[in-house]
């Protein structure tokens, strides 16, 4: 098992530079059991009983089949599943092996926070406290900014003999998070003192910070070193950085020249890199250029949920009404499953117009084919609502939230851009307190009010 994959960070930090998305419903051969798993957000039910299950009829079940299980649903941000899987594989005294621990603890700080993460680390076994367990708590420091904690962990790794060239990016994630770019090429210069091997995500920080320091010469002069030392690294991802930085610095005919070489090393079963196309040349502007990969994509089935979204937000991102009513129509009609994304796309954009009927026909048709209750769509209404100083609307969403929240998803409570938004108008078009009014709206409808205050 491959540790840079399953604890660094940087996939996610990945993403968002080069506006790279997974495809969250990519077939598997494991159908059986991950298709019960996977389902359970919809379904209910716990991983406990439905593992139970699946034992008790009588079905195979093997170790690396559940650790492949973990490793997607971590791919897709399960992290409770995941950790559940873990603690039941544990619990039928499943060996581990010393990377497990080192995934158990990553699940144990994205689930219960870095404090549970820490007290995990100390109580495992001498053995299971290797440079598996220490990266994955140095990544947990980086993930949460934790810049004291992350040096003195990375410094008691050193004194360990522990420090890869994953601890260094992460340090260097850690720094351009925190807009310290200028100490970025210092850490790649320790590795290089080190000998230690660049990975192809340690270039791409690299290149990312040195952007941000509109440095774009020294950006080319990477790209041109990355070619000449790690040439086999140089593939479509790379690609998709360099697009996502020319597009930033609004270099537009060199961010298509990368797209172009996107698209040269890209095979029609990489669903992931069409989505990054699809969201890069929106990012350009050319609508042609994306209804274009989206009809390349198309043409190998299966068009997923994560397909159609990934489309539906490149058109709103390039305001193409038309496009995203066809789109979205052209999902209703064929999905097997309807996700809610999806529609938030659809209304955003409905509304972002000021379409208003429109997006209120979307919501209600939705409404009723959907599972749960669309509590963040109706945020997008109180939003809209507030904004154009209609109260009315906003409180009537906000209370039918409050009354599906209870019935259907007890958890949620609004969100703090909405409660701001609220507070914001009571301050500017009212002489009454804002959270006065809101508690009162929380008391009518049962809702605990305790937070707001």
Same mark, same amino acid.
């Given at each position: ?209 040195? %952007?941000?320091?509109?440095? @774009?010469? &020294? !950006?080319? *002069? /990477?790209?041109?070193?990355? $070619?000449? #030392? ?51 040349? %929106?990012?350009?502007?050319? @609508?042609? &250029? !994306?209804? *274009? /990969?989206?009809?390349?994509? $198309?043409? #190998? ?153």
């Amino acid at each position: 098992m491959n540790y840079a994959r399953l604890i660094s960070g940087g996939g996610r930090f990945l993403r968002r530079l080069c506006t790279v998305v997974t495809d969250v419903e990519r077939p598997m051969k494991r159908v059986g059991l991950y298709q019960r798993l996977s389902a359970l957000d919809i379904t209910g039910g716990s991983v406990w009983q439905t593992l139970n299950q699946y034992v008790l009829e009588g079905k195979a079940m093997g170790k690396p089949e559940l650790e492949r299980i973990v490793v997607e649903l971590r791919k897709y941000h399960r992290f409770q599943h995941a950790l559940e899987i873990m603690e039941w594989m544990e619990m039928r005294k499943i060996n581990f092996s010393l990377n497990d621990y080192a995934v158990q603890l990553d699940l144990v700080s994205k689930t219960k926070g870095v404090i549970a993460a820490e007290n995990f680390f100390s109580g495992l076994p001498p053995r299971a406290k290797n440079k598996y367990t220490y990266g994955a708590l140095l990544n947990c420091y980086c993930k949460e900014l934790m810049t004291d904690k992350a040096l003195d962990h990375f410094k008691k790794m050193d004194e360990l003999g522990y420090v890869t060239n994953l601890a260094f990016t992460n340090l260097m994630s850690l720094f351009a998070r925190l807009g310290q770019y200028s100490k970025v090429p210092e850490l790649v210069h320790r590795i290089k003192q080190r000998n230690l091997p660049m990975s192809a995500f340690t270039y791409y920080v690299w290149m990312n910070s040195c %952007a941000s320091l509109n440095d @774009l010469d &020294e !950006v080319e *002069r /990477i790209y041109e070193e990355m $070619k000449r #030392v790690d040439g086999d690294k140089v593939n479509w991802q790379a690609y998709s950085n360099l697009a996502a930085i020319y597009t930033k610095a609004k270099d537009l005919e060199k961010a298509e020249m990368m797209l172009k070489l996107l698209e040269n090393e890209v095979k029609p079963s990489q669903r992931d890199a069409y989505h990054c196309l699809l969201s890069l040349y %929106a990012g350009t502007g050319n @609508l042609g &250029e !994306v209804h *274009r /990969i989206w009809k390349a994509l $198309k043409s #190998v089935p299966p068009v997923t949920n994560f397909s159609y979204l990934t489309m539906l937000s490149s058109l709103r991102k390039l305001n193409d009404i038309e496009g995203i009513a066809k789109c979205f129509k052209e999902w209703e009609s064929s999905c097997s499953s309807y996700d809610p994304r999806l529609v938030t796309v659809c209304v955003s954009a409905y509304l972002n117009q000021n379409m208003v009927e429109e997006a209120i026909s979307i919501f209600k048709e939705s409404s009723k084919r959907s599972k749960r209750p669309l509590l963040r769509i109706r945020e997008l209404f109180m939003k809209f609502f507030l904004e154009k100083h209609q109260l009315d609307g906003a409180v009537s969403h906000l209370e039918a939230a409050l009354s599906e929240a209870k019935d259907g998803d007890g958890e949620w409570r609004p969100s703090p851009q909405v409660v701001s938004a609220f507070l914001k108008y009571y301050e500017e078009e009212t002489d009454v307190d804002g959270v006065n009014e809101l508690c009162k709206i929380l008391k009518a409808n049962n809702f605990d009010d305790s937070w707001i205050k």
